[in-house]
């Protein structure tokens, strides 16, 4: 009989895996209201155009939380998920990645449904604290992207193969 095998992956190595496309597209249709963890009212961080991408291309109610900060594109700025008027439907999380199981018990707390965490982060100990919680997880995504994505801002550019990659594609 065969060990199993009870020691935890390498350092760096993912064993986590996300939802599909269509699951993703599925949280996006369903989400009515978001909260930017760490949002920035710097133009230049990935926090604030994701932000004013979302209020200018989405339904979504957009909610921006940083502690730091009293207005971010002039919308007003909560210290905290708890203390937003609305539980948001995504959690969508801007912040360090030995910060995000702590936002991760935040957003169970809230009760939100969707916890987001942004292109380049990935913490599984954040994944797993959601997902025991029953809610939806995606990591290393960018909600912008996604929404163009499934929302034909992709097009723009006269691409839209729902997939992104910067390898160049063999034609036929």
């Known amino acids: 009989m065969a060990e199993k095998n009870t020691q935890a992956p390498a350092a760096g190595r993912r064993t986590w895996e996300g939802p599909s496309a269509g699951q993703r597209l ?26 004013t991408y979302l209020l200018s291309s989405s ?37 360090r990645n030995e910060d995000l199981p702590d936002v991760a018990r935040e957003a169970v707390a809230i009760g939100a449904k969707t916890l987001w965490i942004q292109l380049g982060l990935w913490n599984e100990d954040a994944a797993k604290i959601a997902e025991d919680a029953g809610l939806n997880v995606v990591m290393d995504r960018c909600i912008k992207i996604e929404h163009a994505r499934f929302h034909g801002g992709l097009n723009l550019a006269g ?14």
Not at 31 to 49: D, E, H, L, M, Q
Not at 84 to 91: A, K, M, R, S
């Open 59 to 95: 339904s979504l109610r957009v909610y921006f939380i940083n502690p730091r900060e009293k207005e971010i594109l002039g919308h007003p700025v909560y210290a905290s998920l708890e203390d937003l008027p609305e539980v948001p439907d995504i959690v969508d999380v801007f912040r």
């Open 26 to 51: 599925q949280m996006l249709s369903d989400a009515r209201s978001i909260a930017i963890v760490g949002a920035s009212a710097k133009p230049a961080r990935a926090s604030n155009f994701v932000g």
């Open 159 to 172: 691409f839209n193969t729902g997939v992104i990659s910067s390898k160049r594609q063999k034609l036929d």
